[in-house]
């Protein structure tokens, strides 16, 4: 199926393809690729990329507006190798968007978003809607080192009060973002916490939040095949939910209570218990 930045999409399941724009480094070995259209979805949401006669993988959406999707992708194996030598002008094809995205906070709520690595992206998405819903918002960004920060520039120059932190100290407060977020939860009142990033980390994020009764959405990264609930790859441990439909973003208490596996293994290609 062909699509045009002004159409609507009617079928998600069924491939059709896109332009890429433009291509810029967002940090070391971080691309985001522009490509030519507007699918309306929701912070949160995911879509399926492919490249035909290698492979089709998932990937956040990093900003979805103005006739313009956004996939900021870390160069990880074989189907980013191949996807990291194409230029602006030529066509991906692409289905989507898939999931459930992150909900919408209250007018004059305090909102935290919490991103390690790579997760920042899809957060800064979602800390627009925020905004735009009347809600301040806090964002708290970490990764190992300065070179592999993402999306500060844009955090702070969406108004984002910015926290940053690496491990090497080599940018912002030495240590980790649950540390930042730990003291946050204690000096202020926070109505909403929402994470995106390694699963270790949210479920630290998610135990916080639940320590303070606080409400918590995590992003939860399980193997996808179909992206609509139909080939059971990526459910998780205990309830069985597919991450495709019922997730990617899920209740953090929600997790932490139903899904023995979250922040502790998932599932690989072949099936295989993979610890995080």
Not at 51 to 63: C, N, T, V, Y
Request: proline content about 4%; glycine content about 12%.
């Amino acid at each position: 199926m062909q699509a045009n930045s002004s159409t609507e999409i009617m079928y998600t399941d069924i491939p059709f393809a896109v332009t890429i724009k433009d291509i810029f480094d967002s940090a070391e070995s971080v691309k985001t690729f522009i490509l030519d259209i507007d699918l309306n979805s929701k912070p949160g949401q995911f879509v399926m990329l492919w490249l035909p006669g290698i492979d089709e993988k998932p990937f956040s959406i990093a900003r979805d507006e103005n006739g313009e999707l956004w996939l900021t992708i870390c160069a990880v194996g074989n189907f980013t190798e191949k996807l990291f030598m194409k230029k602006p002008g030529d066509k991906l094809g692409l289905r989507g968007p898939f999931g459930k995205g992150y909900r919408t906070a209250q007018k004059s709520d305090r909102v935290v978003l919490v991103g390690g690595g790579y997760g920042m992206a899809p957060l800064h998405n979602c800390g627009t809607m925020q905004q735009t819903a009347g809600a301040e918002v806090i964002a708290i960004t970490g990764a190992r080192s300065e070179k592999n920060v993402l999306f500060v520039k844009e955090c702070e120059t969406s108004g984002f009060r910015t926290f940053v932190t690496t491990d090497d100290g080599t940018l912002g407060e030495t240590g980790f973002v649950t540390t930042v977020l730990k003291r946050l939860l204690t000096e202020e009142k926070i109505n909403l916490v929402q994470t995106c990033g390694p699963e270790k980390m949210m479920r630290a994020v998610a135990e916080l939040c639940g320590e303070k009764n606080v409400a918590c959405e995590v992003s939860i990264e399980r193997y996808m095949k179909c992206g609509f609930g139909v080939c059971g790859q990526c459910v998780v441990e205990g309830t069985g939910e597919c991450m495709c439909v019922e997730g990617p973003v899920v209740d953090g208490a929600h997790a932490l209570k139903n899904f023995p596996d979250f922040g502790i293994s998932h599932r690989g290609a072949e099936g295989q218990k993979v610890l995080w």
